[in-house]
């Protein structure tokens, strides 16, 4: 027999407690969706937030709510209305476009150390350097290299028989419990998704190791103590949320060969936890950290509730 359709069962120890869960995530979706778009839109139609630094934030925001997107409406759908199945080929584009904004989001949060590193290190020649032409071209290389990161890995996945069980102990559609419902040798899969996911955090880390060695060296080179931690704060938050979106996701995608699902045998608990750090927690933390607390984001809106209530007052008279 060959598999039709997969039946997405995750949160093996939370069955009872779904109406509580749907409140939940639906409330977390909200949230991201609200913030996220606010700073999105913000970026977008505030001409005084038209610099490289926000115009990845914009990116970032965009991709947490498609990030999101992704997975979170098909959780409601099980959890609210009992719909738990998903077509074979609706499971490998979740698959896809999943890893593809996981690994956009690792190359853009390199390209915004790097700005970062250019704005410490090189204040005076920020503007020269960081060009919209650049940013632009830094941007663009990112979600080329984040969606091209992943089809190896997903077409090999696809072309696996699938011929017993089609029950995925996980909230969505991912590479590890896919790989254990298939009856054939992984070893090709988890080289090359080894290898991709290598590729992908070897460059990605290595632009941010560099750039925040050499932030630092910068800062303890700042005679004025205000000034040290003033140049500091500005790279703390990235400097979070790297490593909260980075740990959990090298666990999950470096693990060693022995320690990848093989056929029948897979744990979604801790896999799906660890996913919830990177694909859920991240995209709410991002907005709060690096725009809300924000004076320049803050103004933004400000500025444009003040134009829509203006608006509005003209309107009525």
């Given at each position: 027999t060959h598999v039709t359709e997969f039946i997405l069962f995750g949160f093996l120890s939370l069955q009872n407690f779904n109406n509580l869960l749907s409140c939940?995530?639906?409330?977390?979706?909200?949230f991201i969706l609200s913030s996220n778009g606010i700073i999105f839109f913000l970026v977008i139609f505030d001409r005084h937030l038209h610099t490289p630094m926000y115009f990845f934030v914009g990116n970032l925001s965009f991709i947490d709510m498609t990030y999101t997107s992704v997975t979170i409406p098909q959780m409601l759908a099980k959890s609210l209305m009992n719909l738990n199945t998903i077509s074979f080929t609706a499971c490998f584009v979740q698959m896809y476009i999943f890893l593809s904004l996981g690994a956009t989001e690792c190359y853009l949060l390199a390209?915004?150390?790097?700005?970062?590193?250019?704005?410490?290190?090189?204040p005076l020649h920020y503007q020269t350097i960081m060009t919209r032409q650049l940013y632009i071209i830094l941007s663009t290389a990112a979600w080329c290299g984040g969606f091209a990161a992943p089809v190896a890995l997903t077409l090999l996945a696809f072309n696996l028989p699938y011929c017993g069980p089609n029950i995925i102990y996980h909230y969505y559609c991912d590479d590890p419990p896919l790989l254990s419902l298939a009856c054939a040798d992984l070893s090709l899969n988890v080289?090359?998704?080894?290898?991709s996911a290598i590729v992908v955090y070897l460059v990605t880390l290595s632009v941010i190791v560099i750039?925040?060695?050499?932030?630092i060296l910068t800062i303890l080179r700042i005679s004025s103590k205000g000034g040290r931690k003033k140049t500091f704060s500005t790279c703390a938050s990235h400097f979070t949320v790297v490593s909260i979106y980075f740990l959990p996701l090298m666990f999950m995608y470096l693990r060693p060969p022995g320690?990848?699902?093989?056929?029948?045998?897979?744990s979604s608990e801790v896999d799906s936890l660890l996913t919830m750090?990177?694909?859920?927690?991240?995209?709410?933390?991002?907005?709060?950290i690096y725009s809300m607390r924000n004076k320049d984001i803050k103004i933004a809106?400000?500025?444009k509730i003040g134009f829509i209530c203006t608006r509005s007052s003209l309107a009525t008279e």
């Open positions: 939940v995530f639906l409330c977390i979706y909200l390209v915004m150390a790097y700005d970062r590193y250019i704005a410490i290190c090189s080289t090359v998704g080894s290898f750039s925040y060695t050499k932030i320690l990848y699902p093989s056929e029948g045998e897979y750090l990177y694909s859920v927690l991240t995209p709410i933390m991002n907005p709060i809106f400000q500025r």
